[in-house]
């Protein structure tokens, strides 16, 4: 698998394979890399950011720490099933997602025109 670290400014080109039962990780020049390789190769994570449109306005939220890519369809449509006028700047609109410890949380507020 190739992929670029995302760790630092530099973005290594990282080269990422099994051998022998062990991940392996080219192309990093720092320890981070190497972690960031793993990962992505075992795991890989992102923080999904969204927003939900209503007639007269659009909640834009992320999650507050990185979830599963698997589960962003799913997350993505527990989301979309949310209304509330009331949340504000901060607010958690859904505590531990899909059992994967992340909070959903508005970053704003957009009147639509």
Known sequence: ???ICICCPIGCRLSVKKE?????????TCP????????EFTLPKRVLTTSVVFNDFTLTMKTNIA??????NEALKQI???????????DVVIKNILDTGAD????????NV
Request: proline share 0%; hydrophobic share 30%.
């Open 104 to 111: 959903v949380v508005i970053t704003g507020k957009l009147l």
């Open 20 to 28: 022998n039962g062990e991940i392996v990780v080219t192309g990093n």
């Open 1 to 3: 698998m190739e992929t």
């Open 32 to 39: 981070r890399g190497k972690e960031y390789g793993i990962s």
């Open 67 to 72: 979830i599963d890519k698997k589960l962003q």
């Open 80 to 90: 979309k099933s949310i209304y509330k006028k009331e949340y504000k700047i901060g």
